[in-house]
């Protein structure tokens, strides 16, 4: 499924975008690039499954337009796959601020998958816990990726 | 009586490695799948002109044999990397220069099966077939494509069968991304004319590409429970070995900066290289290219992270 926004302008506060699915070359930013111009903007990006190659070329050029913009953006809970984008690539994350990021668990005792969130301000690799229960079976989910490489981008 | 049957001698191999038990080891972990191993502390094989199929147990070199190594920019024989320890900056200059071959050590040496397919088609220059790379027995899906439109509804079915194979989801987002890059690739860089130039390379990748009929790419996938496998084989055969070994070079030192790294080039297959297990190229040029994908799908997404990348270059001699 390519990327498809869902948008929301509170009275107050940033205005927010939720992105889902992937990006790839055909991914149309217009909308929200506009909603930089016209104020603070908050991007959610849990659900971003997939992202390919000539989509971090239209995502990087994507975070320019932002970054011109006179207003701030941040992300918000940055999907694993778009975790990977911003320790692989440089400038990945343009001049936003990136708050959030999605921890992915997985257990091994019933292939269930589960997230929890971590706030980036002052965290560290330390606080990344690797295990959970897991919520479909009560045995164990471990944190699903090398945990002193997956906050890489922030110390860049 | 019945005749006497002989079996014919392996060829065995030349394993290079200056640490006589660490050495020992791996050529007896060799030798059980490819027969006769001769073990050598110096670099001097890979410049006999008739030696066999060379391989190098890397992380066992010393750093003057691996600088020796990295200035060597051709040599006469086929040369096999091992190596257990990811040392991306060594790999990426090796690659900017000659390496084709380099294969992850495990426990017990590397992957029987990798083995055996590599020292096969590097004997026998039988380089074609996913085949090679899983089990006896695993049934390929192929699927012809014509244009470039058809894309997302292949890969609409390829997320459909990992899905019903059970396939984490962060694994499956990966075959799903190399599968985008393989046809992406086959459609928009692959097609040359008969003058050389490339008619779709420069398109923009949403403007559709529509081949001749026989001209169709093949998308080929399937697991065998451990691996899964994606291919894409071309009719052009028009990938230039030089750019892929920078793309690797590349791909092995990590970090990617678009600004810096050429505007972008090669960003495809270094999107590739990141997202696989083993990443193999077969080139017969002016005729077929085929790329092969294999991600371990045996354990969850941080097994596939914490092991290492195999890569495999093969290019038939043309007879031009």
Redesign the interface.
């Known amino acids: 499924m ?1 990327l498809t926004w869902s948008i929301q302008t509170p009275e107050s506060g940033p205005a927010i975008a939720r992105a889902s699915g ?1 990006v ?3 991914v149309n930013f217009a909308e929200v690039i506009a909603l930089a111009e016209a104020g603070p903007l908050a991007l959610h990006l849990t659900e971003v ?6 989509g ?2 239209e995502w ?1 050029l994507f975070m320019r337009a932002l970054s011109e913009k006179p207003h701030p953006v941040e992300l918000l809970e940055v999907s ?2 778009l975790v ?1 984008q911003l ?5 990945f994350g343009g001049a936003a601020t990136i708050r959030s990021v999605v921890l ?1 668990y ?1 257990c ?1 005792a019933c ?1 269930n ?1 589960q997230i929890q969130i971590l706030e980036l301000e002052g965290a560290s690799s330390a606080d990344i816990a690797a295990e959970q229960p897991c919520e479909a079976c009560g045995e164990t989910a ?5 945990a002193q490489n997956y906050l890489s981008f922030a110390s ?1 | 009586m019945p005749p006497a049957l002989n079996a014919p001698p392996p060829e065995g191999l030349v394993l290079i490695c200056p640490d006589e038990v660490a050495g020992g080891r791996l050529a007896r972990a060799l030798q059980r799948t490819v027969g006769p191993v001769s073990l050598s502390s110096s670099l001097a094989p890979l410049s006999h002109a008739d030696a066999p199929v060379v391989a190098v147990y890397y992380d066992r070199l010393s750093p003057e044999q691996r600088d020796a190594l990295g200035r060597m920019n051709s040599t006469s024989t086929p040369l096999l990397l091992l190596s257990r320890e990811h040392q991306p900056d060594a790999f990426a200059e090796l690659f900017d220069s000659r390496a084709d071959n380099l294969l992850v050590l495990q426990e017990n040496g590397p992957d029987a099966g990798d083995l055996l397919a590599t020292l096969c088609k590097l004997r026998r220059g039988e380089i074609f077939g996913m085949e090679k790379y899983l089990r006896w027995g695993v049934e390929l899906h192929p699927m012809a494509l014509r244009s470039s439109e058809q894309r ?1 509804a292949a890969l609409e079915t390829l997320n459909t069968y990992a899905a019903s194979l ?1 396939v ?3 694994l499956a ?1 990966l075959i ?2 190399v599968a ?2 393989f046809m ?1 690739n086959a459609f928009y860089n692959a097609p040359v004319r008969a003058d050389r130039s490339r008619p779709y390379n420069r398109r ?3 403007e559709t590409v529509t081949l001749e009929s026989d001209q169709q790419i093949e998308l080929r996938y399937g697991s065998d429970g451990v691996r899964f496998g994606v291919s894409v084989t071309d009719p052009f055969g028009s990938l230039e070995p030089a750019r892929i070994h920078q793309a690797l070079a590349r791909g092995f030192r ?6 810096t790294d050429d505007g ?1 080039a090669g ?2 297959l ?2 590739v290289l ?1 997202s696989l297990s083993h990443f193999v190229i077969n080139i017969d040029p002016g005729n077929r290219t085929e790329m092969i994908g294999l991600i371990d799908i045996s ?4 097994r596939f ?2 092991a290492g990348r195999s890569f495999n270059l093969f290019v038939l001699e043309t007879t031009e």
Do not use: C, K, W
């Open positions: 390519s992937r790839t070359e055909g499954s997939q992202i390919s190659s000539t971090v070329r990087i694993p796959t990977r320790n692989m690539i440089a400038n992915p997985y091994d292939g998958e471990e944190f699903d990726d090398i860049r | 997302p059970g984490p989801s962060r987002g799903g991304t985008d890059e992406t923009h990748r949403t990590g970090v990617y900066n678009l600004d972008g960003l495809g270094y999107h990141n354990g969850a997404f941080r992270a914490a």
